[in-house]
């Protein structure tokens, strides 16, 4: 099967815990908006598909069918590609935590922009100040001590147990993305979750994640994605 993934051509943002996904199973994909027809022809589907279209990137084609939202799609791929649990069960668990990621990816958006896309990040300083000492100090704590405790309990290298997950990859980018945004909060609570940083550095050693992350392909981060480097938000 050959999937095309339709997000933004200069930013890792949402898209990115899909091309992580794909990458890791080394599935046959085109990232369309990289590529001649630019993000016109990611324009285009989204206007013009009649039966299921997706409200915002990203959203990925198999075949004839259109899937939105980054979770869903994840849902998918990872039954298609090993990346959950054959079981129904499993399933639905692993989809819980990527929803579970999905709002942690909100808030850590909301660091930058606590006011609203719709303003810049210099029309929010001080809103932007306040909402990131509240995130660092409860937030981060909840969400990734959540994470830590499950990979503790499981006894296994990785949230549900011995096998990598879809969950897992997006566990390396929120670690990866906090590491950018925020390198000295970060740095200082890192001994806090020991669990959630090993698993990040397994999924950094996967063979297909590590080729990905040296590639062309992984964009670098930058201050037009979710996760931003504010000196301001840092101290």
């Known amino acids: 099967m050959h999937y095309q993934l339709y997000y933004w051509p200069f930013i890792q943002g949402r898209g990115e815990y899909v091309r992580l ?6 599935a046959n994909y085109t990232d369309v908006a990289r590529g001649k027809g630019g993000t016109g022809a990611m324009m285009k589907l989204m206007e013009g598909h009649k039966g299921t279209p997706p409200f915002a990137p990203p959203f990925l084609t198999s075949g004839k069918l259109v899937i939105g939202q980054t979770a869903n799609i994840l849902l998918y791929l990872g039954a298609r590609h090993g990346l959950a649990p054959k079981a129904e069960a499993g ?9 579970t990621v999905a709002d942690f990816v909100l808030e850590i958006h909301d660091t930058h922009h606590p006011l609203g896309p719709s303003l810049y990040y ?3 300083k001080a809103p932007a100040k306040k909402r990131t000492e509240e995130f660092w100090k409860s937030r981060v704590p909840k969400y990734l001590g959540y994470f830590e405790d499950l990979v503790k309990d499981n006894g296994g290298a990785f949230v549900t147990g011995r096998r990598a997950t879809y969950a897992d ?25 020991p669990r959630v940083v090993a698993l990040h550095d397994r999924v950094a050693e996967r063979p297909n994640i590590k080729a990905y992350l040296a590639s062309k392909r992984r964009i670098p981060f930058n201050e037009d994605g979710i996760f931003r480097r504010y000196k301001a938000l840092d101290l």
Not at 21 to 26: K, M, S
Not at 91 to 99: D, R, S
Not at 171 to 191: N, S, T
Request: charged share 25%.
């Open 122 to 124: 210099e029309d929010q």
């Open 21 to 26: 996904a794909l990458e890791d199973a080394e």
């Open 169 to 193: 990859l997006s566990l390396f980018q929120i670690v990866e993305g906090l590491r950018y945004a925020f390198p000295q909060r970060m740095a200082a609570f890192e001994k806090q979750v």
């Open 91 to 99: 399933k639905l668990w692993v989809h819980q935590l990527q929803l």
